[in-house]
């Protein structure tokens, strides 16, 4: 269960319902049979957080203009089927069927002497660009000479490597100095040395709810108490991606006042939403009021392949005048995942903070990685970037269209950059095709792993890295994993397509 339990008010409880559409069955569906129906998908898509305490029956009652009785006995039937808690005196609160919680274990990469069996739709992560990758490489061993007269290492980073980020900040909008520049060991290295500077043990951290799964087990394994905020959709475009919920984000601001909120605004990871300037600006005040800092994560925040660079927001830090906001960003969705750089931007004493907190890890990031980013970030970013961006368009083009023909009642909203898709699996459990793709050939991301509590049950995350001509084969092979579900599959291998490439 969530840290903070929350009271969900019977307005509030109202509009949720009112956005929970369920398909029509044939015939009659009794109204208790309905709701609690559309209480059970607000829960399992984690627009309803674990562990908020729901309306009493008669206040309910009264805000859906409904009887008690039929109030009472959704609740009931939601007791029984594990999705709602009562005790008296205390009322009720949601909760998830016992075993709904995700596998422990990380979803890891498929070792490389295994690709040609697996095929990886789990890890969101571009091959390398060539051969702009081999030629920067080349040109960073001929400057590395230089660098190997002293010991090797840079706290806050190599002063060549963080005046390019510095200007590639100002770039976008956010005039940057290479003194609030921190270079780390990847991005995964810049959340946690945040997170252990600015985050104390049992301190709560407010979360999207989908987030990126490795940084919530990060936060937890720090003794974070998650406070997850559901994303919210557009009756109006179902066919966009989610956006921030704001009244939803106020109350939790201002109930549970968290230490930190940490934000995927661009091109957000798992569900691709790209979060417009003005609520930036809305939730950057809504957290100044709070008190509370926020963490955002712009490891996406290059790849807008379907929209100009001029219709992109400008970064969060860019409208925040109190040092309210630390970004984080990498190197390895962009250029490569093997390339293991990664920034923080923050204020010049807490980069001094960071960098004399990290010689107790990792001391310092490699200068030949460095070297190399700085020749990618550098002149030639232009180029390298269109290079990938072509990639994803055509991968994202092709998988949306293999999956719409393959496996129309699954529901997803087109991006316009990233590198994730969130798909609804039309009521099929994302752990179970988890583990039968795993034992049949297919690496599947379970959208329970990206939710605080076991939530996002139904749904699966697919990136857009898999080449264009290979996508209809790819989505076949999860065709036939869903349809072996469905019908019964226990486990054992299923016979699947080949992957052509």
Same mark, same amino acid.
């Given at each position: 269960?969530?840290?903070?339990?929350?009271?969900? @008010?019977? =307005?509030?409880?109202?509009?949720?319902?009112?956005?929970? %559409?369920?398909?029509? *069955? *044939?015939?009659?569906?009794?109204?208790?049979?309905?709701?609690?129906?559309?209480?059970?998908?607000?829960?399992?898509?984690?627009?309803?957080?674990?562990?908020?305490? #729901?309306?009493?029956? %008669?206040?309910?009652?009264?805000?859906?203009?409904?009887?008690?009785? @039929?109030?009472?006995?959704?609740?009931? @039937?939601?007791?029984?089927?594990?999705?709602?808690?009562? %005790?008296?005196?205390?009322?009720?609160?949601?909760?998830?069927?016992?075993?709904?919680?995700?596998?422990?274990?990380?979803?890891?990469?498929?070792?490389?002497?295994?690709?040609?069996?697996?095929?990886?739709?789990?890890?969101?992560?571009?091959?390398?660009?060539?051969?702009?990758?081999?030629?920067?490489?080349?040109?960073?061993?001929?400057?590395?000479?230089?660098?190997?007269?002293?010991?090797?290492?840079?706290?806050?980073?190599?002063?060549?490597?963080?005046?390019?980020?510095?200007?590639?900040?100002?770039?976008?909008?956010?005039?940057?100095?290479?003194?609030?520049?921190?270079?780390?060991?990847?991005?995964?290295?810049?959340?946690?040395?945040? &997170?252990?500077?600015?985050?104390?043990?049992?301190?709560?951290?407010? /979360?999207?709810?989908?987030?990126?799964?490795?940084?919530? &087990?990060?936060?937890?394994?720090?003794?974070?108490?998650?406070?997850?905020? *559901?994303?919210?959709?557009?009756?109006?475009?179902?066919?966009?991606?989610?956006?921030?919920?704001?009244?939803? +984000?106020?109350?939790?601001?201002?109930?549970?006042?968290?230490?930190?909120?940490?934000?995927?605004?661009?091109?957000?990871?798992?569900?691709?939403?790209?979060?417009?300037?003005? &609520?930036?600006?809305?939730?950057?005040?809504?957290?100044?009021?709070?008190?509370? #800092?926020?963490?955002?994560?712009?490891?996406?925040?290059?790849?807008? +392949?379907?929209?100009?660079?001029?219709?992109?927001?400008?970064?969060?830090?860019?409208?925040?005048?109190?040092?309210?906001?630390?970004?984080?960003?990498?190197?390895?969705?962009?250029?490569?995942?093997?390339?293991? /750089?990664?920034?923080?931007?923050?204020?010049?004493?807490? /980069?001094?903070?960071?960098?004399?907190?990290?010689?107790?890890?990792?001391?310092?990031?490699?200068?030949?990685?460095?070297?190399?980013? @700085?020749?990618?970030?550098?002149?030639?970013?232009?180029?390298?970037?269109?290079? &990938?961006?072509?990639?994803?368009?055509?991968?994202?083009?092709?998988?949306?269209?293999?999956?719409?023909?393959?496996?129309?009642?699954?529901?997803?909203?087109?991006?316009?950059?990233?590198?994730?898709?969130?798909?609804?699996?039309?009521?099929?459990?994302?752990?179970?095709?988890?583990?039968?793709?795993?034992?049949?050939?297919?690496?599947?991301?379970?959208?329970?792993?990206?939710?605080?509590?076991?939530?996002?049950?139904?749904?699966?995350?697919?990136?857009?890295?898999?080449?264009?001509?290979?996508?209809?084969?790819?989505?076949?092979? #999860?065709?036939?994993?869903?349809?072996?579900?469905?019908?019964?599959?226990?486990?054992?291998?299923?016979?699947?397509? =080949?992957?052509?490439?």
């Amino acid at each position: 269960m969530a840290d903070w339990q929350s009271s969900v @008010t019977p =307005p509030a409880l109202a509009r949720l319902l009112g956005s929970a %559409r369920l398909p029509d *069955p *044939p015939g009659h569906r009794p109204a208790y049979r309905a709701l609690a129906g559309q209480i059970r998908l607000l829960i399992s898509e984690g627009r309803l957080p674990v562990g908020a305490r #729901l309306p009493a029956e %008669r206040e309910l009652a009264g805000a859906l203009a409904l009887s008690r009785t @039929t109030i009472a006995t959704a609740y009931d @039937t939601l007791r029984a089927e594990g999705y709602l808690r009562s %005790r008296r005196g205390s009322g009720s609160w949601t909760t998830l069927p016992e075993g709904s919680d995700p596998p422990s274990d990380a979803l890891h990469p498929v070792p490389p002497d295994q690709a040609g069996r697996i095929l990886d739709l789990g890890v969101a992560a571009l091959p390398a660009p060539q051969p702009f990758l081999g030629e920067a490489a080349a040109r960073a061993v001929e400057r590395l000479p230089a660098y190997t007269r002293g010991h090797g290492h840079y706290p806050t980073g190599l002063p060549v490597l963080r005046e390019a980020l510095a200007r590639r900040f100002t770039a976008r909008g956010l005039a940057t100095t290479p003194d609030q520049i921190l270079v780390t060991t990847g991005a995964m290295g810049a959340l946690h040395l945040v &997170q252990r500077a600015l985050v104390g043990r049992g301190d709560r951290v407010a /979360v999207e709810a989908p987030s990126y799964a490795h940084t919530l &087990q990060g936060l937890r394994l720090g003794g974070a108490r998650l406070v997850p905020v *559901p994303m919210a959709r557009s009756t109006a475009h179902p066919s966009r991606p989610p956006h921030w919920d704001l009244a939803e +984000w106020r109350r939790v601001l201002q109930g549970a006042t968290p230490r930190l909120a940490y934000l995927i605004p661009d091109f957000h990871n798992p569900t691709g939403a790209l979060i417009p300037e003005e &609520q930036r600006r809305e939730l950057l005040a809504a957290a100044r009021t709070a008190g509370t #800092l926020l963490l955002v994560d712009e490891t996406m925040a290059e790849l807008g +392949w379907g929209l100009p660079d001029a219709g992109l927001p400008r970064p969060m830090a860019a409208l925040d005048r109190s040092a309210q906001v630390v970004t984080v960003g990498s190197a390895a969705k962009l250029l490569w995942g093997g390339l293991r /750089v990664g920034w923080v931007r923050a204020a010049p004493a807490l /980069v001094r903070r960071l960098a004399a907190d990290r010689v107790y890890t990792d001391v310092g990031t490699p200068v030949l990685d460095q070297l190399i980013a @700085t020749e990618l970030i550098g002149e030639r970013l232009g180029e390298v970037r269109e290079h &990938q961006l072509a990639r994803l368009r055509e991968s994202a083009g092709a998988l949306g269209t293999a999956l719409r023909e393959r496996l129309p009642d699954w529901r997803f909203a087109e991006p316009v950059g990233g590198l994730t898709l969130w798909l609804d699996t039309g009521g099929l459990s994302g752990t179970a095709l988890a583990e039968a793709g795993e034992r049949s050939g297919l690496r599947i991301a379970a959208g329970a792993r990206f939710g605080v509590d076991g939530a996002f049950e139904g749904y699966v995350r697919i990136p857009f890295t898999v080449p264009g001509p290979a996508a209809g084969t790819a989505v076949d092979r #999860l065709a036939a994993t869903a349809a072996a579900i469905r019908a019964g599959y226990r486990g054992g291998p299923a016979a699947l397509p =080949p992957l052509a490439v």
